[in-house]
Nanobody, 115 residues
Framework: VQLQASGGGLVQPGGFLRLSCAAS????????MGWHRQAPGKQREWVAT???????VHADSVKGRFTITRDNIKNTVYLQMNNLKPEDTAAYYC??????????WGRGTQVTVSS
């Protein structure tokens, strides 16, 4: 399955962004989609996950500030990021896990939090 991520940008501390990740129509159900991020010089870090049924899990570092949602008709997952901090600066990568297939990754979308 192909994943197309968008929505990154430059934002001031305390600001917000909404990332989107659209999966191609070939994605199978049920599936799990989510986000990782990778800051310069650091390992990739898991951010959040959502199942086809809407069950969500968020990393402690973003809990209460980020919210993952999805639109199953559009095969799209979203990451609403509020109260952004400089330490949220990273390339954000969406992923999809579907039955009988290796994990799919989208290209990263850059989020920079700076004044």
């Amino acid at each position: 399955v192909q994943l197309q991520a968008s929505g990154g940008g430059l934002v001031q501390p305390g600001g917000f962004l909404r990332l989107s990740c659209a999966a191609s129509s070939s994605i199978s159900s049920p599936n799990v989609m989510g986000w990782h991020r990778q800051a310069p010089g650091k390992q990739r870090e898991w951010v959040a996950t959502i199942t086809t049924g809407g069950v969500t899990v968020h990393a402690d570092s973003v809990k209460g500030r980020f919210t993952i949602t999805r639109d199953n008709i559009k095969n799209t997952v979203y990451l609403q990021m509020n109260n952004l901090k400089p330490e949220d600066t990273a390339a954000y990568y969406c992923f999809a896990d579907q039955p009988g297939a290796a994990r799919s990754w989208g290209r990263g979308t850059q989020v920079t939090v700076s004044s």
